[in-house]
């Protein structure tokens, strides 16, 4: 294990908060020039997510940081559909991969995920077998008829269970990993596949970086993304090893520190520790899949919150609700609301406020929520209290 030398800064815990905050982007003027694709290269990465109640996670991200911007903005922001290979004379700017989790990741991270490239094409077993031939012929009808769907390939799945993938989908989803195939484009929600040769920029396709090297960019990616951060924190950024964690940190720029109360070593981004974090706080709904909230351990040592997705738990388990949305106000993290929509009324089907302070930031959210989705209402469903209900309707109208 690396040995971590004295730490020269010492951080409080408000310190630690503040700096995570700016580094994610929720504290600050945001940068509307640089807009969604500048919120997808300052984080890093954006997780994908097939829930959608008030909008999909990858939409919920940008919205979190810039405001109200179009949904189809959003979308064309991610998945320009351009080629590489002259054709369109365009590049593209973003493709999905597997990091913290399935993400959109900017292109030019592309180089820096070649370690698990080369991990996967190495990988003995598989959670589905695949027949001879199946993955030449994916690759042969891609490199003839040029990018396609997993329907275009020949159907996603069979007729079975959720995970029951058709031939065509078990080879494309692996050549995907492989790096051989790629997604730089969406229709609908549907993933479009393309040969990595040709939609993949050449200076970047063929950049080839030792693992160690891609593991020192990820690991301060991940603290310049996080602005400070235990080593589960950064490690967990995009999912790599804590041993391998340990081999790079020293070499990756990150700088030691210790955040009071935390308890463990940390590192930061020495960028972050220049200026004191000041500015405007965002007044916002926050998706589970959030980069600042995701992982729970941290969400609590840093706002004292905890928070679980309820999504994947049995209806009568469920404390907060489906999907339920932390709020996040002046820094801090203020309750939660599990929205859902009735033609054009947002309902807030559950909503848990940590103080009747709150009632006001909850109310701001969710008007500007409703907004966003085309909903030109919003209605109380439940509430701590038929107090905290009817303060809420109050200050929504």
Known sequence: MTTVPPPAVELSADDARRIALRAQGLLGAPDRRAGVRGVLRHLGQVQLDTISVLARSHELIPYARLGAVGRTTVEEAYWSGAAADGASGARPHAFEYWSHAACILPIEEWPLFAFRRRAYRTRPQWYHD????????????????????????????NKGEWWDWSESKIAVERALMYGEVVCTERRGWKRVYDLAERAIPVDLLHDDLDDTECLRRLVRQAGEALGVGTRAD??????????????????????????????????????????????????????????????????ERIFGFTHRLEAYVPKQKRVHGYFAMPLLSGGRLLGRVDPARDG???????????????????????????????????????AESPEMAARLTAALS
């Open 130 to 157: 695949l027949p001879d031939g199946a993955y030449d012929a994916v690759i042969g009808q891609l490199r003839a008829e040029g990018p396609q769907t997993a329907t275009e390939l020949g159907g996603a799945k």
């Open 344 to 382: 054009r009324t947002l309902v807030a089907k559950q909503v848990s406020l940590d103080s009747p302070k709150a009632v006001g930031a909850m109310a701001k959210a969710l008007r500007e929520a409703a907004e966003w989705v085309g909903c030109d209402s919003v209605r109380i469903e439940r």
């Open 234 to 299: 950064i490690a967990d950024y995009h999912r790599i090893k804590g041993e391998a964690f340990d081999a790079v940190v020293e070499a990756s720029g990150l700088v030691p520190v210790t955040v009071a109360g935390w308890g463990k070593p940390a590192w930061a981004d020495p960028a972050a520790l220049t200026s004191e974090p000041r500015g405007r706080h965002r007044t916002t709904l926050l998706s589970p899949f959030d980069s600042l909230i995701w992982e729970r351990a941290r969400t």
